[in-house]
């Protein structure tokens, strides 16, 4: 803000929601519900997101035991976590990792462990991840499609991820916010569907990507019974309930038909390979994201000892907003710089322009 760089770090939209969401909102704004709605969820919003899950999870559903609503999938990835983990257990991360995942470990009284994702693909080495869950863990937490690195993980190695978690008894953690932005030839597969998974899996996510509306904090937990218990008293201890108008406005995306999540993919799509041909005109390294809307940057070229101040120099000087990769991983890295592309094309396009002189700017060079 300070240098007025695009800002390409945060992970949100600068685009606005569905006009039929916020129609619906603008028609509930004078006659409510303004008042709690049930902790865990309001009646018709837990059984549309029943129904829409349902379907995409392949598996049934109860809106009335197996739902809790939260605020945000940031309170749901907490509760789910304060509900199965206890001080002293250990808890397996993947590395990169989305930065909450070590802090809602550790406010939990938990030890991570993490398990290296190798570039480009961010594959896993089955010998690594069976030695981590030799170590006993609670529970392991599963990001699919993946922040940072885009990774949207196969149904193989999701099976075996599962074999792991049926023989060592072990809790699978989710967080599947950016369930519907998953490119062609990838496909998403929820680990709850597989077979003896679903008992065993707390699945988080959030309506903030799928429907652009990430300042409305309306995330959900899909769990058995037992577990569901549970967290809806943890929720309720950490926040009582989330926002009962948003809930009601949001019923009317979550009654959306295919065609809105086929526009939603088609659109991230043409989005990413927008910014990817950018980025490959500049000539700088990048993974390509299978998945989600992020983007690891690999900026060795300019030789970084200091990430963070690096990042600080590229919005000073070259007016870009990027997030410093050692936010991410647990390897000392001081290379990486994560973008995103859930921008206007204008805005894309304005950051590709600036980063066009980065060697000039950073450098100079000629760039």
Known sequence: MKYGAVNLSQGFPDFEPPAEILNRLAQIAPV???????????????????????????????????????CGSTEAMMAAMMTVVNPGDKVVVFSPFYENYTADTVLSGAEPIYVHLRPPDFAFDADQLEEAFRQDPKALILCNPSNPSGKVFTREELTLIADFAKKYDTY?????VYEHIVYAPYAHTYIASL??????????????????????????????????????????????????????????????????????LAEYTRKRDLFLKGLADIGIPYTEPQGAYYILLDMSEFGPTDDVRFCEELAEKVGVGAVPGSSFFKEKINHIIRLHFAKKDETLIEALNRMQHIRTKLLGGCG
């Open 32 to 70: 409510g519900p303004h008042q709690y709605s049930l902790t865990w969820g309001a009646q018709n919003f837990r059984e549309a997101l029943a129904e829409k899950q349902s379907k995409y999870m392949g598996i049934p559903i109860d809106p009335e035991k197996e739902i809790v609503v939260t």
């Open 172 to 176: 699978v953690i989710t967080d599947e």
């Open 195 to 264: 077979p003896g998974m679903f008992e065993r899996t707390i699945s988080c996510s959030s309506l903030s990507k799928t429907y652009s509306i990430t300042g409305w904090r309306i995330g959900y937990i899909i769990a058995p019974e037992r577990i569901t218990k549970i967290a809806r008293n943890v929720h309720d201890f950490l926040t009582v309930g989330a926002a009962a108008p948003l809930q009601e406005a949001a019923v009317t995306g979550l009654k959306f038909g295919e065609d809105y999540y086929a526009g939603l």
